[in-house]
């Protein structure tokens, strides 16, 4: 599974570098319009089991699931850029 996090310049060099600090909205897709112009999205790929139980919202209310994802499950994994197609 790739939660994806729509993080500022600044964040995103920290999740490529696997030192981010703080809590972060995580979901199963990218989506440009939940998210500020100037937010740079990143993956992780961590294992289904991994994420399961750390879902929060109810994915068919939303349309998507989001995670409650804490730094010790995602720094230990540098994060890469999504490129998004306009």
């Known amino acids: 599974m790739w939660p994806y996090a729509p993080l500022l310049e ?3 060099a920290q999740a ?3 030192a981010l600090d703080g809590q972060f909205f995580w979901v199963d897709r990218p989506d440009p ?3 500020s112009d100037d937010a740079v999205w990143v993956a992780i790929d961590l294992l289904d089991d991994q994420v ?3 879902q929060t919202a109810d994915a068919s209310r939303l349309g998507y699931r989001e995670f409650a994802l804490r730094l010790s ?3 230990p ?3 890469h850029r999504v490129p ?3």
């Open 77 to 79: 994994f540098r994060a």
């Open 52 to 54: 399961a139980n750390l």
């Open 73 to 75: 499950l995602t720094n």
């Open 33 to 35: 319009e939940e998210a």
């Open 16 to 18: 490529e570098h696997g």
């Open 84 to 86: 998004l197609s306009p």
């Open 10 to 12: 600044a964040e995103a």
